[in-house]
Every structure is written in structure tokens, then in C-alpha cells.
Nanobody, 126 residues
């Protein structure tokens, strides 16, 4: 049973930085089992938006809205996923979710493609 727990959200002024972390449990990497990890975000009243995905061997896909400002990383030994967010803008205000899908190649950043979700952590930029 895959469980994802995010941390690191908070409030920051525009131009500032935050680092989100996610710890995954219930994930076992074997010779034929791979997991894609990703970050999504959602603003109340709007659809969930894919931010970035990272494959098990490090291949990344960023949304255009965060490219050049956000950096994703993962540690497969520690089962962690991090998101370094620099140059934050008020438009980045949202609840951020750590998500996972059992796949070698990450699917597109569409919420229905990722079955495992954390509880979310709030990021507020003013």
C-alpha cells in the first residue's frame, strides 16, 4: 500500500523560496518494478495542475509555468521526493500534492494518470 506524506509548505513573499519534501512508503524497487513520482497543485475551484514529474532514473518533465524556477529531485534509497521552489509568485499559491504511479516512463502530467496521492501541503505566496 503506497503512502505519500508531504511537508515543507508555508507562507512566503513573492520572490522567495520554499522546499517541499515527500516521503513515500509501501514502494519497493525491484528489477521489474519502477515508480514515477510527481508534484501536482490545486487552487480551490480550479482543476489540479501537473507541476513536474521525475522518473526512477531521473528523467524530468516540467510544466511551462514553473520551468526555470522549480527543481525536482528524488532519492530512491531514502524514498524521498523534493521540490525546490525559487522565484515564487502569487500564482504559485496552491495546495501541493506528491503523487506516484507505477511506471518506468512517467505518464503525462494529467491527474487521472497518477493513482497515488498524498494529503497535500499548502503554499501561500503574497
Amino acid at each position: 500500500h503506497v503512502q505519500l506524506v508531504e511537508s515543507g509548505g508555508g507562507s512566503v513573499q513573492a520572490g522567495g523560496s520554499l522546499r517541499l519534501s515527500c516521503v513515500a512508503s509501501g514502494i519497493t524497487y525491484t528489477h521489474d518494478t519502477f515508480y514515477c513520482l510527481a508534484w501536482f497543485r490545486q487552487v480551490p475551484g480550479k482543476e489540479r495542475e501537473g507541476v513536474v514529474s521525475i522518473g526512477q532514473y531521473g528523467a524530468t518533465t516540467y510544466s511551462d509555468s514553473v520551468k526555470g524556477r522549480f527543481t525536482v529531485s528524488r532519492n530512491n534509497l531514502r524514498h524521498t521526493l523534493d521540490l525546490q521552489m525559487n522565484g515564487l509568485e502569487p500564482e504559485d499559491t496552491a495546495t501541493y500534492y506528491c503523487v506516484a504511479e507505477r511506471a518506468l516512463v512517467c505518464p503525462p502530467l494529467e491527474p487521472d494518470r497518477y493513482p497515488y496521492w498524498g494529503q497535500g501541503t499548502q503554499v501561500t505566496v503574497s
